[in-house]
């Protein structure tokens, strides 16, 4: 599973767009930091201390986050399946450990990102953010377990690009959506987003998103495991 893990990690970087999003997300991040940082004082007065140096990066995540992950992660199964190579993955290591070294590759690529992220605030900030690193985590992975479910039962990866820049789109303006409707549709469908628990007054609501990340991992295990390479 780690030789799967480090496989997916490096082939990540070698993406155009996954260069083109470290280049945003460091961009706006700093950019921010340093935007934010010119009114400090009014900002204490607010409340939002030194907390609102991480504000432009989640508003970033909650709005980009969807279509960053699945534009580099919607084809990390199948396309693997359309050039034959997991034929030769499933000689040599388990399904199980191809499924979830993918998945771990993708949340090791980002947690990277999102560290250094971070770090950048740290000048303006004058301490780490630890939480909302582990938070900021948790949000991505919930699209990367979506981009591998996706990659598991659609076999083709333009599909599933489409698809997933549809879903990218649809899942935020859902979850905004819901903060402000009555309707129990829009209200329901809310629950199986991230952005319903991310929006709650309790923090610790933000760690159920780690049973949508189980489920979304776990159904891709048994659909790939039922498949037919």
Sequence with gaps: MFAITLREFKSLFQSIRAILIIVVLFGVTNGSAKLVSQFKGQLSELGLGNNAYIIGLMLLLFLAAPLFVTSISHSSVNKEIESKTIRFLATKTSRENIIFGKFLGNVSFWVLCLTVALLLIVPFS?????????????????????????????????????????ISIALPVIGMWSLISKNVIIDTISYLTPYYYYTQENTAYTYLVLIHIAVFVLTSLIIFKRRDL
């Design 126 to 166: 004058k301490s780490f953010h630890f939480v909302d690193l582990i938070q900021s985590i948790i949000f991505v992975s919930y699209f990367i377990g979506l981009s591998l479910f996706l990659s598991t039962v659609v076999s083709n990866s333009s599909m599933t690009m489409f698809v997933g820049i549809f």
